[in-house]
């Protein structure tokens, strides 16, 4: 498997766009509602607002597995933390390395005396698990009301500076 990391750009958003349909439509049905799912990709994924959130400060990154994209994460330096509001692989390429491979490129691509913090779902066990390997920690449990009489039901995540 030929991998490539990369900054993504404007030009990239309509596949960001799709791949986040794509993965979310596979891996979510297992842990929230499919409503819920088409709520939160019209809210947070559409090109419209992938585009305010790069022209917003976050900064997003692809990769891609023999010329196809198969994850994208996004980024963010804010109060002294990286938030790390996305990061998602392609559902058939889970356990192939990709995952490690992706977040150790995140990592050079910012300050790492800082701490990260992420929200992942808590019953996105696949997730969590990752997280813990990479050296994350459970912060605290929220439910965040998201509108439309949806929550997301997260872990509050983070991984501090290693000294």
């Not at 050296?135 to 009301?145: H, K, M, P, Q």
Request: charged fraction near 25%; hydrophobic fraction near 40%; aromatic fraction near 16%.
């Amino acid at each position: 498997m030929n991998l490539i990391f990369k900054p993504g750009t404007e030009k990239d958003i309509p596949v960001i766009a799709a791949l986040a349909y794509k993965i979310w439509h596979e891996h979510y049905p297992a842990i929230i509602t499919v409503e819920q799912i088409d709520f939160m990709l019209n809210n947070r994924y559409s090109s419209e607002n992938i585009r305010e959130q790069m022209n917003a400060g976050e900064k997003y990154f692809l990769a891609e597995s023999d010329g196809q994209p198969v994850a994208y994460a996004s980024i963010e330096l804010k109060d002294g933390y990286y938030y790390l509001h996305k990061f998602y692989i392609d559902v058939s390429k889970h356990r192939g390395g990709i995952g490690q491979d992706f977040f150790n490129y995140l990592l050079q691509q910012i300050d790492t005396s800082k701490p990260i913090r992420l929200q992942v779902n808590r019953q996105n066990y696949k997730a969590v698990n990752f997280y813990f390997k990479m050296g994350f920690t459970i912060e605290r449990v929220g439910d965040f009301d998201i509108g439309g009489g949806y929550y997301m039901n997260d872990f509050v995540m983070v991984r501090l500076p290693i000294r």
